[in-house]
C-alpha cells in the first residue's frame, strides 16, 4: 500500500498560495480555517524562503496520541483523519502538532473551540466515501476516486508534491540532481523520522 | 539548369542549417551550473537548532498559524502521556494506600473518655457553607480533570466512544464552570481563616509529638493546629496554581504563545494530581479517620470532649470568652424545686 506525504520542495514555492486556495474552494472550508497556509521566512531579504505547510499526516501522529477521546485513526495510506462527532474540542491537538495543523473554527467563551479542523488529504473521513454528510464535514474524498489533494495538483510551480512517500521523494531527489542544489524536505525528520539524502 | 542550381543551394542551405542546429544544441549530459539561488536563505536544521522552531511571515489573520514548526509538541506529547499518568497514578493510587494502611495500622482516633454530650459552636454557617461549596466544586474539578487525563484507558472501553465523548463534553463544561465557585470559594476561607493559620511554637510541639496521629501524645493546638494551617497554606497555594494556569488554559493563546499554553497545562495538571492526593488525606481524617471529627463540618457543633482532646487551647479561648458549650445532659430539665 502507499504510505501518502506531503513534500514542499522551499526552493520551488513562489508563495501564489494557490495550494490555499484550491483546498479553501475544493473543501468549502469555513471562513478563519485555514487547512493549508502559506509562510515565507526572511521576508523581503536576501533568501527570502516559502514554505506551504498543513497537515503532514506524521508517522505516529503526536495528534492522536494526545486526544482525550480518541478520535482520530490512521487509514491504511497513513493518512491521519479524524471524527467530529467524537471531538470535544479540548485543543490539546493543537498543543502536540509539531505543524500546527489542527484548526478550530469558534472562539467562544473558555476557550470552547468547536470541533477541531484540518487537511484530511483530501480523504474526508469516517462516514460513507462520496456522500453529501461527508462532504459537508471533513470536505472533498478525491483519494477514494483514486486523485491526489488538489493543493499539489494546483501548486503553480510543482513545488508541492503529494502522493507515495517514495516516489516524491525519488522525484525530489532527481530534482535536487538536476538543478544541483535542494534544501530538502522541510518536516519531513519531524514528521517522518526520515530524511531524504540528496 | 537554374532549377538543379537552386535545388543544389536549397540543399547546402539546409545541411548548413542543420549544422548549425547541432552545433548550438544544449550539451545536456554536461554537469549543470551549480549556482544555488537560495545559496543565503536559511536552511530548516539551522532554524531547528537556533530557535527550536520555523517561524515566518504569513498572510492571514491567524498569526499563530506562522509558526510552521515547533518540535516541542512532541516533549509536551511525551510528558503528557508518558509521564503524567505516571504522576498521577503514583500519587492518587499511593495516597489512597498510604490511607488505608494508616486506618487499619493505626485505626480511627477515638475521643477520649469518650462523648460528654455538651457541644461547643467550631464553624460557623458562613464557613461550613463555603467549604461545602469548595469541597463540592473540587470532587467535580477532580473528576472531570482525571477523565482528560485517565478516561480514554479507564472509562472509554467500558462505555465506548460516542457515550464517552457526550460525556466529556459535558465534564469539560463542567470542570470550567466548576472552577468559578471553587477558587471564589477558596479565596473567602482565605480571608476568614488567615489570621488563625499563622505558625507558632504551639504548631512546631503539635509536629514533634506527630500531631496525636503518630504515637499516642496530646499536643494542644489553638482553632487549628500545625497539620491543619499545613493543609491551609497548601491550598491556598495549589489554588493558586491551578487557578492561574487554568486561566491561561481558559482563555487559550491570550496570553502567551503555544510553548506557554503547553507549560500551562504541564503546570495545572501536575499541581492538580498532588492536590487530589492532598484532599483524599483531609477527606480521610475528616470522615473516617477521626471520630467526632466530620460534625465540626456537618453540623458546626463538636463535642466537647473531642475539641478539649485536639484543641485545648481554643476551647480555653472559647470558654474565657464567655462563648459557652451547651450544659451537661439533663442540666436543662426541670430545676431541683
Known amino acids: 500500500m502507499a504510505r501518502m506525504k506531503f513534500l514542499c520542495d522551499a526552493d520551488r514555492c513562489i508563495e501564489c498560495n494557490a495550494c490555499v486556495t484550491a483546498c479553501k474552494n475544493e473543501n468549502e472550508v469555513p471562513w478563519g480555517i485555514n487547512r493549508r497556509r502559506v509562510v515565507t521566512l526572511n521576508d523581503g531579504k536576501p533568501g527570502e524562503r516559502s514554505v506551504s505547510m498543513a497537515c503532514m499526516h506524521c508517522t505516529d501522529a503526536p495528534c492522536a496520541s494526545v486526544c482525550p477521546v480518541n478520535c482520530f485513526y490512521t487509514t491504511a495510506d497513513a493518512v491521519v483523519l479524524h471524527s467530529k462527532d467524537l471531538c470535544i474540542g479540548c485543543g490539546y491537538c493543537f498543543y502536540a502538532c509539531p505543524f500546527g495543523a489542527p484548526q478550530y473554527p469558534r472562539v467562544g467563551n473558555f476557550g470552547s473551540r468547536g470541533k477541531m479542523d484540518k487537511c484530511t488529504y483530501c480523504t474526508g473521513g469516517p462516514e460513507p466515501d462520496n456522500t453529501a454528510v461527508q462532504y459537508a464535514k471533513y470536505g472533498a474524498d478525491r483519494l477514494s476516486q483514486g486523485k491526489l489533494p488538489l493543493c499539489a495538483e494546483m501548486c503553480s510551480t510543482k513545488s508541492l508534491l503529494a502522493g507515495d512517500g517514495d516516489i516524491i521523494a525519488q522525484i525530489y531527489k532527481d530534482r535536487v540532481a538536476k538543478r544541483g542544489y535542494g534544501s530538502g524536505a522541510w518536516g519531513w525528520q519531524t514528521a517522518y523520522r526520515e530524511t531524504i539524502a540528496t | ?337
Not at chain 2, 48 to 62: A, E
Not at chain 2, 251 to 258: D, V
Not at chain 2, 305 to 311: E, L, M
Open chain 2, 1 to 337: 539548369m537554374a532549377m538543379v542550381c537552386a535545388r543544389i543551394r536549397l540543399c547546402f542551405a539546409a545541411i548548413a542549417l542543420l549544422l548549425l542546429a547541432v552545433a548550438a544544441a544544449p550539451v545536456a549530459a554536461q554537469q549543470p551550473n551549480s549556482v544555488n539561488p537560495n545559496g543565503s536563505a536559511v536552511q530548516e536544521q539551522q532554524l531547528l537548532d537556533q530557535l527550536h522552531r520555523v517561524q515566518g511571515l504569513g498572510t492571514i489573520p491567524d498569526t499563530k498559524s506562522y509558526v510552521i514548526e515547533q518540535p516541542q509538541g512532541r516533549e509536551w506529547r511525551l510528558f503528557h502521556e508518558g509521564y503524567l499518568p505516571w504522576i498521577g497514578g503514583v500519587v492518587i493510587l499511593g495516597a489512597i494506600v498510604v490511607l488505608l494502611l494508616f486506618y487499619f495500622i493505626r485505626g480511627v482516633i477515638r475521643i477520649e473518655g469518650g462523648r460528654s454530650g455538651r457541644t461547643i459552636l467550631r464553624f460557623t454557617a458562613v464557613e461550613r457553607l463555603t467549604h461545602w461549596t469548595i469541597a463540592i466544586s473540587f470532587v467535580i474539578l477532580g473528576l472531570t480533570g482525571l477523565n482528560i487525563s485517565f478516561g480514554k484507558s479507564l472509562l472509554l472501553p467500558l462505555i465506548g466512544p460516542d457515550a464517552f465523548s457526550r460525556w466529556s463534553i459535558a465534564a469539560k463544561y463542567l470542570h470550567d464552570y466548576s472552577s468559578i465557585p471553587f477558587v471564589i470559594g477558596v479565596l473567602v476561607l482565605f480571608l476568614l481563616w488567615v489570621r488563625q493559620n499563622f505558625f507558632t511554637r504551639v504548631d512546631l510541639r503539635w509536629f514533634q509529638e506527630g500531631g496525636g496521629m503518630v504515637g499516642h501524645k496530646h499536643p494542644p493546638a489553638y482553632k487549628f493546629n500545625g497539620g491543619q494551617k499545613l493543609l491551609f497554606w497548601l491550598v491556598v497555594l495549589a489554588t493558586i496554581g491551578v487557578a492561574l494556569s487554568g486561566f491561561s488554559l481558559l482563555f487559550p493563546f491570550y496570553l502567551t504563545n503555544i510553548l506557554g499554553m503547553q507549560t500551562s497545562e504541564i503546570v495545572h495538571a501536575v499541581i492538580a494530581m498532588l492536590f487530589i492526593g492532598l484532599i483524599l488525606a483531609h477527606i480521610y481524617i475528616g470522615t473516617l479517620g477521626m471520630e467526632g471529627g466530620f460534625e465540626a463540618m456537618g453540623t458546626g457543633d463538636v463535642d466537647l470532649n473531642w475539641a478539649k482532646q485536639h484543641h485545648a487551647l481554643w476551647v480555653e479561648q472559647e470558654l474565657g470568652q464567655g462563648r459557652a458549650a451547651t450544659p451537661p445532659a439533663g442540666a436543662a430539665a426541670t430545676p431541683a424545686e
